[in-house]
């Protein structure tokens, strides 16, 4: 063999490897991962919002699910197992803070509860005196642990279909309180006024209650957010963002690997400033986040851009609207078309130049 011959063989190989990566990186799209392009966001836990005045606050509920709600509150006396004289939550210490009323969501194996905590067990204080009426309880819901229940209590415990009015009364080193569950994880839209010391509807103890707290699960555990004590709150199910979406548009056909459009007018219909994200999702997967803050009443348009790697029909969600979309086989498309198509056809007549010579 030649030296020609010699480099003609390896300038032949040389094309044939150019033309294989070009190839690939040509029409590799084609071939689908079956996944949307972006990664997936977690889903969110159940969230509520308790609004007080123009404060809004999201909260989400305490508990992993692995106790009822009256293992996990532990109320004792004599008569239960374990017993105590002190008539107390041993359940929630953790939570217990003196001189500070608490209330929560908690997540336990027979549902959602909502919890009430007056003062701390074993604490400083000196006792208390709390009335709080509740409007709106679900009509299947009950309250599942009364503290205190017992004969000759100073508590009153008043129910009356879907309201309750009760009172606390408890002595120093002692905490008090009540559990209400059923009904919550539907639609809520629960009243809670309270009435704190002198304004409660009888006093016993010379006590006070100086903060009033509603308690929200974290990743580490558990935030607090004071409330005025002086007005009522509303507890209601979905968090404390209201929007709409008015309008969803998408591009309605595309090509496996194209880039995808999509837009979506996004209005406040809510009566408080709102900042959230609104996402969008394919098939179930998030593959954008957007923030946005509007004033009650106010419109805004957002829009993305992202890819699908296989072909199929998609479900494109943003907010409550959905619409879909049809992503055909870029390999359907004819080879000549396209930029990848025209390199290959470039490294084609490279080669058949080199075979002339």
Same mark, same amino acid.
């Not at 509007?294 to 699908?308: H, R």
């Given at each position: 063999?030649?030296?020609?011959?010699?480099?003609?063989?390896?300038?032949?190989?040389?094309?044939?490897?150019?033309?294989?990566?070009?190839?690939?990186?040509?029409?590799?799209?084609?071939?689908?991962?079956?996944?949307?392009?972006?990664?997936?966001?977690?889903?969110?836990?159940?969230?509520?919002?308790?609004?007080?005045?123009?404060?809004?606050?999201?909260?989400?509920?305490?508990?992993?699910?692995?106790?009822?709600?009256?293992?996990?509150?532990?109320?004792?006396?004599?008569?239960?197992? $374990?017993?105590?004289?002190?008539?107390?939550?041993?359940?929630?210490?953790?939570?217990?803070?003196?001189?500070?009323?608490?209330?929560?969501?908690?997540?336990?194996?027979?549902?959602?509860?909502?919890?009430?905590?007056?003062? %701390?067990?074993?604490?400083?204080?000196?006792?208390?005196?709390?009335?709080? %009426?509740?409007?709106?309880? $679900?009509?299947?819901?009950?309250?599942?642990?009364?503290?205190?229940?017992?004969?000759?209590?100073?508590?009153?415990?008043?129910?009356?279909?879907?309201?309750?009015?009760?009172?606390?009364?408890?002595?120093?080193?002692?905490?008090?309180?009540?559990?209400?569950?059923?009904?919550?994880?539907?639609?809520?839209?629960?009243?809670?006024?309270?009435?704190?010391?002198?304004?409660?509807?009888?006093?016993?103890?010379?006590?006070?209650?100086?903060?009033?707290?509603?308690?929200?699960?974290?990743?580490?555990?558990?935030?607090?957010?004071?409330?005025?004590?002086?007005?009522?709150?509303?507890?209601?199910?979905?968090?404390?963002?209201?929007?709409?979406?008015?309008?969803?548009?998408?591009?309605?056909?595309?090509?496996?690997?194209?880039?995808?459009?999509?837009?979506?007018?996004?209005?406040?219909d809510g009566e408080r400033t709102i900042s959230t994200e609104i996402p969008f999702v394919i098939d179930g997967e998030?593959?954008?986040e957007q923030e946005v803050t509007l004033e009650p009443g106010e419109t805004a348009t957002l829009s993305t851009t992202?890819?699908?790697?296989?072909?199929?029909t998609y479900a494109v969600e943003v907010g409550d609207r959905t619409t879909e979309m049809t992503v055909t086989d870029?390999?359907?498309?004819?080879?000549?078309?396209?930029?990848?198509?025209?390199?290959?056809?470039?490294?084609?007549?490279?080669?058949?130049?080199?075979?002339?010579?």
């Amino acid at each position: 063999m030649t030296l020609r011959d010699n480099i003609s063989v390896i300038g032949t190989c040389s094309v044939l490897a150019a033309i294989a990566a070009v190839t690939a990186l040509a029409f590799g799209t084609a071939v689908g991962v079956g996944t949307v392009a972006g990664q997936s966001a977690p889903s969110d836990a159940d969230e509520y919002a308790v609004v007080q005045g123009d404060e809004c606050y999201t909260i989400e509920p305490l508990g992993d699910g692995s106790q009822s709600v009256e293992e996990f509150y532990d109320y004792r006396t004599p008569n239960t197992t $374990p017993s105590s004289y002190d008539y107390s939550s041993f359940g929630t210490t953790h939570l217990q803070e003196d001189d500070t009323s608490s209330l929560f969501l908690y997540e336990g194996s027979d549902g959602v509860s909502l919890v009430v905590l007056h003062d %701390q067990y074993n604490g400083s204080s000196a006792g208390g005196a709390v009335t709080m %009426q509740f409007d709106g309880l $679900p009509e299947d819901g009950e309250w599942a642990v009364e503290d205190d229940s017992y004969d000759g209590r100073y508590d009153e415990f008043d129910h009356s279909g879907d309201s309750s009015r009760i009172t606390w009364a408890y002595t120093d080193g002692r905490n008090d309180g009540a559990a209400f569950r059923g009904g919550l994880e539907d639609d809520v839209d629960l009243t809670i006024e309270p009435a704190f010391n002198d304004a409660a509807d009888f006093r016993v103890y010379e006590g006070e209650i100086t903060d009033w707290q509603v308690l929200s699960a974290t990743e580490d555990g558990h935030e607090r957010t004071s409330l005025d004590m002086s007005e009522p709150i509303d507890l209601r199910s979905g968090g404390c963002t209201s929007y709409a979406i008015s309008e969803l548009e998408t591009d309605g056909t595309v090509t496996a690997g194209d880039p995808v459009d999509i837009t979506a007018t996004v209005t406040n219909d809510g009566e408080r400033t709102i900042s959230t994200e609104i996402p969008f999702v394919i098939d179930g997967e998030t593959v954008d986040e957007q923030e946005v803050t509007l004033e009650p009443g106010e419109t805004a348009t957002l829009s993305t851009t992202t890819t699908v790697d296989e072909a199929g029909t998609y479900a494109v969600e943003v907010g409550d609207r959905t619409t879909e979309m049809t992503v055909t086989d870029s390999g359907d498309r004819m080879p000549g078309f396209g930029v990848g198509a025209v390199i290959l056809m470039a490294a084609l007549g490279v080669l058949f130049v080199r075979y002339r010579g």
